[in-house]
């Protein structure tokens, strides 16, 4: 019988609680602020995080997760007696944390040669951030305690990462202009003339596909992102920052849109609210490609 193992990083915005109680082991990415380093979660909240970035003159970083935390990590399991180890990390294109997990697998397997046959592990890079892998990473979970196999599990998530997306609007360009999401000129001209960018996360990458100009804008412009892209029926998660007002009537809009409600509301840690700020709005659909 198959004893699964499910571990992310702290930029999946899974609850700690909900991590616990799931079975799920999250390891912290490393935060700098200010010349001032934190784990996330850890040593900083997320609250406390928007605090310390709104405040900040600097745009915040983060460091990757070692290979070495991963190897320690793998080899635990393996002497647990995990049979399979599913390892779900941030954007490969983003972050060598994906590169680092992989490395931590060849080198548990080089230096315990009997591992291989004991434990397999698989390592799977989630091309995105936030719940767009935070929330198939618990759905995992329950399919495990289900007994589903760590195959279909595996090919689950592959699905959804294939599949899913992110469209989401910064309230101010402040943000994406430090982080270079937009260039300072064009983010100079679209705050002159109120323009804010639509942006979406896809297959490991951003992009501005559309500009729009006003508040008024934004929930209707979101909301018929979601609707025209997504799979008929899919399940669909709302991702809020420090304040949520908006965030709330986006995912009251899409409700009446699309017949039922969001299947959560996630608050965003560092890595997204780095680069568009603490109170973005977003959505995360599963597209029809």
Not at 2 to 9: A, C, G, P, S, V
Not at 26 to 53: A, H
Not at 81 to 108: E, F, H, P, R, W
Not at 259 to 285: H, L
Request: include cysteine.
């Amino acid at each position: 019988m198959e004893k699964i193992k499910l571990i992310t990083d702290t930029t999946s915005d899974i609850p700690l609680a909900q991590a616990e109680a799931l079975g799920i082991d999250i390891l912290s990415v490393m935060l700098s602020v200010n010349g001032q380093s934190y784990r996330e979660r850890v040593d900083l909240s997320t609250d406390e995080f928007y605090e310390l970035l709104e405040k900040s003159d600097e745009l915040p970083t983060t460091s990757q997760i070692t290979s070495f935390i991963y190897e320690e990590k793998f080899k635990q399991y393996l002497d647990e007696g995990y049979t399979d180890v599913i390892c779900v990390c941030i954007n490969g294109n983003a972050s060598a944390t994906y590169q680092n997990a992989c490395m931590a697998k060849t080198n548990l397997y080089e230096n315990y040669p009997m591992a291989e046959e004991q434990m397999r592990i698989h390592v799977l890079d989630s091309r995105s951030y936030s719940a767009l892998y935070g929330y198939p990473v618990k759905q995992a979970a329950l399919k495990a305690a289900e007994g589903v196999s760590a195959d279909e599990i595996v090919a689950y998530l592959k699905d959804w990462f294939s599949k899913a997306t992110i469209y989401f609007i910064p309230p101010t360009l402040k943000y994406v202009k430090k982080s270079g999401r937009v260039s300072a000129a064009a983010a100079f001209a679209g705050d002159l003339l109120g323009l804010k960018p639509v942006i979406q996360f896809i297959d490991g990458e951003n992009k501005v596909i559309e500009k729009i100009r006003g508040e008024k804008k934004v929930i209707p412009t979101l909301a018929d992102k979601a609707e025209k892209n997504m799979v008929s029926g899919a399940p669909y998660i709302i991702l809020r920052g420090c304040k949520g007002e908006t965030s709330a009537a986006l995912g009251e809009e899409l409700t009446k849109r699309l017949g039922y409600p969001p299947a959560e509301t996630v608050k965003i840690g560092a890595a997204i609210s780095i680069n568009s700020g603490p109170d973005v709005v977003a959505v995360i659909v599963l597209e029809n490609r």
